[in-house]
């Protein structure tokens, strides 16, 4: 079995699903650590997301990215000539 890594923590279980998820879409798989004792006692330590260690460059690259905004195009008034 390959080692895993931790590649980020969360105390917010959100975060950590949000960031999991960008992981999976990006064909990365993910186990968040931790995860189950949080089910059992709320608020008790880090989620870790880990993510094999051949993964792990490709894994901080993703995270690290904020992505771009996308812009809206500005609302134009219809032309009734």
Do not use: C, Y
Not at 69 to 79: F, G, L, N, Q
């Amino acid at each position: 079995m390959e080692e895993v890594v931790t590649v980020a923590n969360f105390t917010e279980p959100l975060e950590a699903e949000m960031a999991k998820l960008r992981l999976e879409s990006a064909g990365i798989e993910t186990f968040l650590a931790g995860e189950n004792a949080r089910i059992l006692e709320p608020g008790l330590g880090p989620l870790q997301l880990q993510v094999r260690a051949s993964d792990e460059a490709d894994a901080l690259a993703i995270l690290a990215d904020p992505g771009t905004d996308p812009v809206p195009e500005p609302a134009t008034e219809p032309d009734i000539s």
